[in-house]
């Protein structure tokens, strides 16, 4: 019928935005790691780079963060939720006209670009303002996250790009290119789904510049970076399933509890290899929408109180660890984009989502036995000459651990003893 015609249409249609913008987000890290190679100004990270006192991969991860900063500006500035709702309307009307990022997508679908750097003048002024104290004469408010932190981008902080490097980024990022077609990316409604895709193809990419010839290129590793990081990404249905059985048996129970909206709140949501952060906002939008019915008492409860219950339950609920720092700062990047409200800072969730690596968890009596030898049995990507020797190693480690253990218990069986002979 044609009800499954449109139905499948939308389906293969969101496909293609998918793939588009993960194509988007490839050239706009290219762009932008040519631009600051190529810019004269930038002398010191070249330096940096040929010497290796900055290793490449390091450049890539702020480059990356600077999307990051870059995708999450789109998100707040299409859904008007950046600047402070009470600050002064000629402030607010000052930044739109010349500081957002509205203004900087419109001009990368109409010019080129020049080799002036004005425009990241502009952008860097409105970064440093949200990690500072704010700017009253903007209505930016003080986020306070490591997201537009100094220390995010250390070797980027005092280097320049020009308009034409940094216009084809964002326009990269901003339009999606299907045939002889262009959209413009609906950043309004962005959601979990389209970040992991993102996040997914950067897994399989590592960078390769050249700091001399100002080139910088994403390479395909061989899935190198998926595989020492198991890194895949789940789909919608699947957490769908298990938000199901794992999640609305406990949301009922803490419903009916004498106080239902603390009882909501003391649920705690973790997430051991969170990624993206698709199962977390999955996880915390059915909590919000059952503590929203629970504090208007309505089964479906208005847009407005589901916004104001998705923030306190990210604040409260959520956690996730990822072995891969770059999966951390996504995920936090994608719950704010969710907790973001008009104003408010972003540093509650600083110490909610954590790297690490949630495989090496043991129970206290498993950590006195030692790590076993099969351990160290080698997997794909390993080298068996490496392994061995770590094993050897191991063994060796467990072998005087022993040793150690009987030449303390010895004078312990003797003071035993001398304890019982005495009192008999």
Known sequence: CQLEKWSQAAR???????DGLRDGVQRAIEHLGQGFLAHPANASLKENLRSGALDKQDYYRQILRLVYR???????DDR????VPTADPVAQKRYREFYATTRLRRLATTRAGSRH???????????DKLSGDGCPDLALPAL?????SPRALPDLNACDISNLHLLEAIRSLAVTQTGQSRRVVDYKNLGAEELGSVYE?????HPDLHAEAATFELKVAAGSERKKTGSYYTPTSLISCLLDSALDPVLQEAAQQPEPEAAILKLKVVDPACGSGHFLIAAAHRIAKRLAAVRTGEEEPPPEAQRKAIRDVIGHC???VDVNPMAVELCKVSLWMEALEPGKPLSFLEHRIQPGNSLLGATPALLTQGIPDEAFTPLTGDTNAAANKWKRVNRNEQQSRSKAQFRLGVPTLRRRRSRIESAS
Not at 12 to 18: D, F, M, N, P
Not at 80 to 83: K, N, R, S
Not at 117 to 127: I, P, S
């Open 12 to 18: 293969t249609e969101g496909v293609r935005v998918l």
């Open 70 to 76: 870059l995708l999450f500006l789109f998100v707040a």
């Open 80 to 83: 008007d939720l950046l600047l």
């Open 117 to 127: 750097h004005d425009l990241y003048c502009g952008l860097t002024l409105v970064m």
């Open 144 to 148: 306070g996250s490591f997201l537009f």
């Open 201 to 205: 193809s950067l897994l399989e990419l």
């Open 318 to 320: 959520i956690y996730g």
